[in-house]
């Protein structure tokens, strides 16, 4: 699987102090995980985490899941030694916390070569910044950190997070503009299963690749929201089918439940299916 067709539905984030937490995630059903030495980690507990996390590493086990380390930031005393203590691990990528500018990405590219990076969307400056560091080269994919930009902000969010939506569009816009994967930011109340399904569809809706979590009790309805639905893959085929036909017949343009459907509806129909194919491999 490419980078590009490789499912991102759920992102769940493991802090890399609970030992017990890493274990069981071996056996959960997220697309990826997101090990964290930064903010789930306290002071006193960070070097005992990275030393667990590179164990962990090395044991194995995590099968197909994206594996991806958030390191602590360069301005502080654990970020270069986090970086140390990953290299060589079997790892898809290294995440960059509070990423203000290409040139933080740049920091970190030169510390590691050929690691993926991706970068958390989490400050004001970041977002003002978002091309320059989606276009960085060695970027992959973003992730959002919503609590973090709300609290930089002084915003209150409220139901269907209009407070934040210019930053999560310039983000995604950003994302989007380099071929970069990109992720909705978390929904705290885990306990909450309505309002957890509630903002996945509102980040699926606005494009998101899928949703970082906090819980795996997260992780099911994530799942679903961000797959193909039944009726999304029958549509899909459905317009495939009749413009192939239009075509066939020397036309440009087919109709398919009374909308208009064109090669560019063609283009999106084929990434669906392709999206629908890559989660059934991964689920076996
Ligand atoms: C939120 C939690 C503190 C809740 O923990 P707990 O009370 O232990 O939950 P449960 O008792 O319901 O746990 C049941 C079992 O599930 C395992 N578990 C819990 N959480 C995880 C997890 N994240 N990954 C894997 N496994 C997990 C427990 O070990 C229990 O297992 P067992 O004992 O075998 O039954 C806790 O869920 C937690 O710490 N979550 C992660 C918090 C975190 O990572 N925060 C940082 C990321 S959020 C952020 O920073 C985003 C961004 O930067 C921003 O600014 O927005
Ligand atoms: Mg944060």
């Known amino acids: 699987m490419t980078q590009s067709t490789r499912p991102v539905r759920s ?11 890493l274990d069981k995630a071996r056996g959960l059903a997220a697309d990826a995980i997101i090990f964290d030495l930064e903010d789930a980690v306290t002071p006193d507990a960070k070097d ?6 590179r164990a962990e590493l090395d044991k194995g086990g995590y099968g197909e899941r994206m594996k991806i380390v958030r390191i602590n930031g360069f301005d502080t005393v654990w970020g270069r030694q986090d970086v140390e203590a990953m290299d060589g691990a079997d790892i898809d990528a290294l995440l960059l916390p509070k990423v203000n500018s290409a040139y933080d ?7 590691i070569p050929d690691v993926p990076l991706w970068a958390m969307m989490e400050t ?6 978002a091309r320059e560091i989606a276009g960085h080269p060695r970027l992959a994919g973003i992730v959002m950190g919503t609590n973090d930009l709300v609290k930089e902000l002084g915003c209150r969010v409220s139901a269907g997070r209009p407070e934040i939506q210019t930053a999560l569009q310039m983000s995604l816009i950003a994302a989007r503009s380099a ?8 929904y705290n ?8 399904r509630f903002e996945c569809g509102q980040g ?19 799942n679903e929201v961000f797959a193909p639905s039944k009726a999304d893959i029958d549509l899909a085929r459905r317009q495939i089918e009749a413009f192939d036909a239009v075509e066939a017949s020397g036309q440009g343009v087919a109709v398919v439940d009374g909308k208009i459907v064109e090669n560019l509806h063609i283009v999106t129909a084929k990434a669906l299916l392709a999206k629908a194919e890559a989660i059934a491999n991964l689920e076996g």
């Open 124 to 129: 004001p400056e970041g977002v003002l910044n």
């Open 179 to 186: 071929g970069a994967c990109i992720v909705d930011g978390v």
């Open 48 to 53: 005992a985490a990275r030393a667990t996390l």
């Open 11 to 21: 992102v769940l984030y493991i802090p890399g102090s609970k030992e017990r937490a």
């Open 204 to 222: 699926r809706d606005l494009g998101f690749d899928g949703k970082t979590l906090i819980h795996p009790a997260q992780i099911d309805i994530t």
């Open 105 to 111: 990405l740049e920091t970190l590219a030169q510390m």
């Open 189 to 196: 109340a885990f306990k909450d299963d309505d309002g957890l």
